[in-house]
């Protein structure tokens, strides 16, 4: 747990309740309504913002390797020896000397506690192919926890209600059972509110930044093989990955060299095209996150890799630099990612750090939902919502519809139209002629 006690240099994060007065009424409000709104959301600080936390951690980590201890494979049947040893920061081995700043110590406490609650909130037993249902109690707890560690002088009451939203939906959905890239996207935007608000950019190298990261992804794969998480909105085999998109930018930042300098000394960087090989795979999956995120795919997945992973697979088949390979995923993120409205939908603004403004003239951006509603106050037709073509539907009269009779319906010949237009149970019902007229 971290510590409540009084510091001469405030921290920026402590365990300390929020008391019994703190109401969320300024957490942030889903504004994507519809594909529509994606310009919008391109314009906005918000979409500007994450942008320049994604490019610093990424410059960050380049030509870094992941501590030593931090990072590990799971056991795809669940939790085991090694994935319970995770209950406290794996520090040790030749990086026991690793100096880390108090705000990534408290980053790892908070990381640490969500995973012994995964140990204090075992799953449901029985059969089930996703989702189990012990998945929202570690919510519910979870959720209890951090709401009381964001609180300090250094942070507005906004900024500590949105960090504490984003780190909630930093772990897959309470009601769907699910986890994307998108609860992804959350943690990425938490880290960087957390670092950006009180200038820690600076504070922290690439090494720590790794050591987040690297017990982020440990946490989250847990739950993911200990309650059956579904991948969220996964394009099945013709996605990166079921789950994660970020971890493989990093991963391959990590074998590019920082811009503006050159690699200097010996560092073994694999050649993309053998990253697929057993031994590359069991040299590089504890150091680096991109070869560690695929150690983990062969981990859960059966049959040729080029089936499952196509997408991973032509990577590794054609592409022959790093450097074409960050550039690649970067953009694949804006396409799949800031680009989807299936992800991009469940990301909230709030007022301060991820907000629904115009980057440029620092006004509130329209949604799809808003100009729906403006224009039906505007017009005086009457409307019903619901209807087929959206929240423009006319009344239906039996002037404005076309009715379709029942087959036996016998219709009524008008005068002067052709005979023929008589249905068959009306031809059925004339007279018959007897037999021998």
Same mark, same amino acid.
């Given at each position: 747990?971290?510590?409540?006690?009084?510091?001469?240099?405030?921290?920026?994060?402590?365990?300390?309740?929020?008391?019994?007065?703190?109401?969320?009424?300024?957490?942030?409000?889903?504004?994507?309504?519809? #594909?529509?709104?994606?310009?919008?959301?391109?314009?906005?600080?918000?979409?500007?913002?994450?942008?320049?936390?994604?490019?610093?951690?990424?410059?960050?980590?380049?030509?870094? *390797?992941?501590?030593?201890?931090?990072?590990?494979?799971?056991?795809?049947?669940?939790? &085991? #020896?090694?994935?319970?040893?995770?209950?406290?920061?794996?520090?040790?081995?030749?990086?026991?000397?690793?100096?880390?700043?108090?705000?990534?110590?408290?980053?790892?406490?908070?990381?640490?506690?969500? !995973?012994?609650?995964?140990?204090?909130?075992?799953?449901?037993?029985?059969?089930?192919?996703?989702?189990?249902?012990?998945?929202?109690?570690?919510?519910?707890?979870?959720?209890?926890?951090?709401?009381?560690?964001?609180?300090?002088?250094?942070?507005?009451?906004?900024?500590?209600?949105?960090?504490?939203?984003?780190?909630?939906? &930093?772990?897959?959905?309470?009601?769907?059972? *699910?986890?994307?890239?998108?609860?992804?996207?959350?943690?990425?935007?938490?880290?960087?509110?957390?670092?950006?608000?009180?200038?820690?950019?600076?504070?922290?190298?690439?090494?720590?930044?790794?050591?987040?990261?690297?017990?982020?992804?440990?946490?989250?794969?847990?739950?993911?093989?200990?309650?059956?998480?579904?991948?969220?909105?996964?394009?099945?085999?013709?996605?990166?990955?079921?789950?994660?998109?970020?971890?493989?930018?990093?991963?391959?930042?990590? /074998?590019?060299?920082?811009?503006?300098?050159?690699?200097?000394?010996?560092?073994?960087?694999?050649?993309?095209?053998?990253?697929?090989?057993?031994?590359?795979?069991?040299?590089?999956?504890? #150091?680096?996150?991109?070869?560690?995120?695929?150690?983990?795919?062969?981990?859960?997945?059966?049959?040729?890799?080029?089936?499952?992973?196509?997408?991973?697979? !032509?990577?590794?088949?054609?592409? #022959?630099?790093?450097?074409?390979?960050?550039?690649?995923?970067?953009?694949?993120?804006?396409?799949?990612? /800031?680009?989807?409205?299936?992800?991009?939908?469940?990301?909230?603004?709030?007022?301060?750090?991820?907000?629904?403004?115009?980057?440029?003239?620092?006004?509130?951006?329209?949604?799809?939902?808003?100009?729906?509603?403006?224009?039906?106050?505007?017009?005086?037709?009457?409307?019903?919502?619901?209807?087929?073509?959206?929240?423009?539907?006319?009344?239906?009269? &039996?002037?404005?519809?076309?009715?379709?009779?029942?087959?036996?319906?016998?219709?009524?010949?008008?005068?002067?139209?052709?005979?023929?237009?008589?249905?068959?149970?009306?031809?059925?019902?004339?007279?018959?002629?007897?037999?021998?007229?």
């Amino acid at each position: 747990m971290l510590s409540t006690a009084c510091k001469p240099t405030p921290q920026l994060l402590s365990v300390t309740s929020m008391g019994t007065g703190y109401i969320r009424t300024k957490e942030p409000e889903k504004r994507i309504f519809d #594909s529509s709104d994606l310009p919008a959301f391109r314009k906005s600080k918000a979409f500007e913002r994450l942008h320049f936390v994604i490019l610093s951690l990424v410059d960050a980590v380049k030509g870094k *390797d992941v501590p030593e201890g931090f990072l590990k494979p799971l056991d795809p049947k669940g939790s &085991s #020896s090694e994935t319970n040893s995770q209950s406290q920061p794996p520090i040790h081995g030749k990086h026991t000397e690793l100096k880390l700043s108090q705000i990534t110590k408290n980053i790892l406490a908070i990381l640490t506690r969500l !995973d012994q609650l995964i140990d204090e909130t075992p799953p449901i037993t029985g059969p089930r192919r996703f989702g189990n249902m012990a998945c929202r109690d570690w919510h519910s707890k979870s959720e209890v926890f951090i709401a009381s560690i964001l609180n300090d002088q250094n942070l507005s009451e906004d900024d500590r209600i949105e960090l504490c939203f984003y780190l909630r939906e &930093s772990f897959g959905s309470k009601v769907r059972l *699910d986890y994307g890239s998108g609860h992804e996207l959350n943690f990425v935007a938490f880290l960087g509110g957390l670092l950006t608000q009180g200038n820690h950019f600076g504070a922290i190298d690439g090494d720590e930044i790794l050591v987040i990261f690297a017990t982020y992804y440990n946490l989250v794969r847990r739950l993911i093989l200990d309650y059956s998480l579904e991948p969220a909105g996964s394009h099945g085999v013709w996605g990166l990955d079921d789950h994660f998109h970020f971890i493989y930018i990093l991963g391959a930042a990590q /074998f590019n060299v920082p811009d503006g300098k050159r690699a200097d000394g010996y560092r073994f960087v694999p050649p993309v095209l053998q990253v697929l090989n057993d031994q590359t795979i069991e040299m590089c999956k504890y #150091s680096n996150l991109y070869v560690n995120a695929i150690a983990f795919i062969f981990r859960i997945k059966q049959g040729p890799f080029n089936e499952h992973s196509p997408i991973l697979f !032509d990577i590794h088949r054609s592409v #022959s630099l790093w450097t074409k390979v960050l550039s690649g995923l970067q953009k694949m993120y804006e396409v799949e990612v /800031f680009g989807k409205f299936p992800v991009v939908q469940h990301f909230y603004f709030g007022r301060n750090l991820y907000a629904w403004v115009d980057a440029v003239t620092n006004q509130p951006l329209a949604t799809a939902i808003a100009a729906r509603t403006d224009s039906e106050s505007e017009s005086s037709q009457e409307t019903l919502p619901g209807m087929l073509n959206g929240t423009q539907g006319l009344k239906t009269t &039996s002037q404005n519809i076309s009715l379709t009779g029942a087959p036996w319906a016998m219709k009524r010949q008008i005068p002067g139209t052709d005979s023929r237009s008589v249905r068959l149970p009306a031809l059925l019902a004339r007279k018959r002629p007897e037999r021998g007229d």
